[in-house]
T-cell receptor
Framework: GESVGLHLPTLSVQEGDNSIINCAYS??????FIWYKQESGKGPQFIID?????DKRQGQRVTVLLNKTVKHLSLQIAATQPGDSAVYFC??????????FGAGTILRVKS | DTGVSQNPRHKITKRGQNVTFRCDPI?????LYWYRQTLGQGPEFLTY????????KSRLLSDRFSAERPKGSFSTLEIQRTEQGDSAMYLC???????????????FGSGTQLSVL
């Protein structure tokens, strides 16, 4: 979804459930995508990345899915834990060598 | 700690003053980036260096902003004549990225939080 200022979309999940965070990217020329996690007062922390020639990539408890047809990226977190609570950002690389970040999604894990 | 280091962590200044932030990247990384982040938003690209060369600057980087990386290691970001709108988190990131066809996994520091009163 879209976010303006402090009104980031929020996903609330129960501890142990799976989480799915979605991201719509803007540029069909983007060839690289990445998910970051950001906790309060800290810099973004790398979670997982994927090239545009792939549809899916798995890490430890996380999976990224890429649908280039509809320019959609998702992050799946298995067995969500309280420590997963944070703001999650997707980013794309389109032109040059810089990452362009989306607005973020807040993930709240309820114990 | 071998991660990206930023100093200071917090800076409070009065409008019109100059401020300078420092970033020490991961030692073997040749690319260094500066981003700015305001509350509730994703990081916005400001500029990046490959070694000591500044290769790209965002139009967000007004002439009051200047960044340097004189020896291709640490970098400084200076803001002159600060304005209240400059209040933000300034993030530094580094990578060893070797070109467009290599993954550009940026490693971020914890940022410098600037408050302009």
């Amino acid at each position: 979804g879209e976010s303006v200022g402090l009104h980031l979309p929020t996903l609330s999940v129960q501890e142990g459930d799976n989480s799915i965070i979605n991201c719509a990217y803007s540029n069909s020329a983007s060839d690289y995508f990445i998910w970051y996690k950001q906790e309060s007062g800290k810099g973004p922390q790398f979670i997982i990345d994927i090239r545009s020639n792939m549809d899916k990539r798995q890490g430890q408890r996380v999976t990224v899915l890429l649908n280039k047809t509809v320019k959609h990226l998702s992050l799946q977190i298995a067995a969500t834990q309280p420590g997963d609570s944070a703001v999650y950002f997707c980013a794309e690389r389109a032109y040059g060598n810089k990452l362009v970040f989306g607005a973020g999604t807040i993930l709240r894990v309820k114990s | 700690d071998t991660g990206v280091s930023q100093n200071p962590r917090h800076k409070i200044t009065k409008r019109g003053q100059n401020v300078t932030f420092r970033c020490d990247p991961i030692s073997e990384h040749n690319r260094l980036y500066w981003y700015r982040q305001t509350l509730g938003q994703g990081p916005e690209f400001l500029t990046y260096f490959q070694n000591e060369a500044q290769l790209e600057k965002s139009r967000l980087l007004s002439d009051r902003f200047s960044a340097e990386r004189p020896k291709g290691s640490f970098s400084t970001l200076e803001i002159q004549r600060t304005e209240q709108g400059d209040s933000a988190m300034y993030l530094c990131a580094s990578t060893s990225g070797g070109g467009r066809h290599m993954l550009e996994r940026l490693f971020f520091g914890s940022g410098t939080q600037l408050s302009v009163l």
